[in-house]
């Protein structure tokens, strides 16, 4: 069995500290070290405020936590009701997609068209993630 957690967030800057301490918090739950911790804030924050740079329009942001028996979370951020801003700004976010990369276990970025509308970003405990 596993846990779930939904959160839905105005998308706006201003509310990524709510995503950071509920992550903080679950996170801290399944007793990933201080340094997890750390690394699952950065992405679900970068994650959030990739999407949030990356469109002029949206409706809010979802992050969907799951809790798994491993104890290892998986966060799914998007979008909804969102439209493009610009390639510039596009190209801005591939700091944001490193740092998002480089801190979890694994990442799938959800696109459509070439345009990422979410993320599903995997840490573990202990950080020994097994490639299937």
Known sequence: MMDEINIKLPAKPEYISVARLTTAAIANRIGFTVDEIEDLKLA????????????????????????NMDSSILAKVKVVGASVISEKQLENNELSLFIIESVADQVTKEEEQGVIYGFSILKTCGGSFEYE
Do not use: G, K
């Open 44 to 67: 679900i924050s970068e994650a959030s405020n990739f999407l949030i740079n990356q469109f002029s329009v949206i409706s809010h942001l979802t992050i969907d936590y799951q809790i």
